[in-house]
């Protein structure tokens, strides 16, 4: 993941944590698909500490949108 440092160890304890957090009847899809929201979610959060971010009123004027009020 770019722009995201996690250590090793610290990748292995947050996918135990979340192991621990499903459900006795999740399967591997389930696993995946918890593990690719973090995964986003934190490629986010390290694009936004970074600077890599795009107003929200531009986007809108990108695809013709009205702009929202602020």
Known sequence: MPGVTTTASSF???????????PDSAGWKDLVYEASIIQ?????????????????????????????PE
């Open 12 to 22: 292995k304890q947050k996918a135990h944590e979340l192991i621990d957090r499903l």
């Open 40 to 68: 986003d979610i934190e490629e986010g959060l390290a694009d936004s500490d970074a600077g890599r971010v795009t107003d929200n009123n531009a986007v809108r004027r990108q695809f013709g949108l009205p702009e929202l």
